[in-house]
């Protein structure tokens, strides 16, 4: 078993959709759960950072953990063309050494928002 | 957060050549990273680049096949040495801050 699963997709919705987009894991020492956005050629941009179980809002992103499941959610409301783009959930440990920075990441979500 | 830029931001090389990848960080920090991501795959770390230290690498990637080098806070190479077709990916640099880490743009490599 992979230590964190996400359904690759793609993922096609129209335009103002709600938009979920979820992964599960293995690991509970998992602590610091992260969404990144991947635009096409481009870079992982961070989106949503989360350390706690419960809801984190920012504009229209939700991000949701439930530790004790081991899944964490990113809801995207009022989806834009702009949202287009592949989504990245990310985690890591708490640890001392300084190893707590290394991320465990889902092969990511491919999202189409359709005009 | 910090702003992250890559040198090259691609490339396409001949077999059994080496490639140094730069990264350049517009801030000082301690951890710098290197992944690759592999085309449908996800990201995979390399190795950890302190300053003043040796890198640190992850089960499957060596040494010898992708010497570091940290000479200072804001600044790291990562080098694809006797590259084969199947080093073809994109190599990404991050920076730690805090519990989190910012990416880079990525190398986008091509190995004939």
Do not use: H
């Not at chain 1, 499941?69 to 009022?78: A, E, M, Q, V, W």
């Not at chain 2, 230290?53 to 096949?65: L, N, W």
């Not at chain 2, 190599?91 to 986008?108: H, K, M």
């Amino acid at each position: 078993q992979k230590e964190v699963e996400q359904d690759p997709g793609p993922l096609s919705v129209p335009e103002g959709a709600i938009v979920s987009l979820n992964c599960t894991y293995s690991n509970s020492a998992f602590q610091y759960f992260m969404w990144y956005r991947q635009y096409s050629r481009k870079g992982p941009e961070l989106l949503m950072y989360t350390y706690s179980s419960g809801n984190k809002e920012d504009g229209r992103f939700t991000a949701q953990v439930d530790k004790s499941s081991k899944y964490i959610s990113l809801f995207i409301r009022d989806s834009q063309p702009s949202d287009s783009a592949t989504y990245l959930c990310a985690m890591s440990v708490a640890n001392s050494g300084g190893s707590n920075y290394k991320l465990t990441f889902g092969k990511g979500t491919l999202l189409t928002v359709n005009p | 957060s910090a702003v992250i830029s890559q040198k090259p931001s691609r490339d396409i090389c001949q077999r059994g050549t080496s490639l140094t990848i730069q990264c350049q960080v517009d801030s000082q920090v301690t951890m710098m990273f290197w992944y690759r991501q592999q085309p449908g795959q996800s990201l995979t770390l390399i190795a950890t680049a302190n300053q003043g230290s040796e890198a640190t690498y992850e089960s499957g990637f060596v040494i010898d096949k992708f010497p570091i080098s940290r000479p200072n806070l804001t600044f790291s190479t990562l080098t694809v040495s006797n590259m084969s077709p199947e080093d073809s990916s994109i190599y990404l640099c991050s920076v730690a801050v805090q519990e989190t880490q910012y990416f880079g743009p990525g190398t986008r490599l091509l190995v004939l």
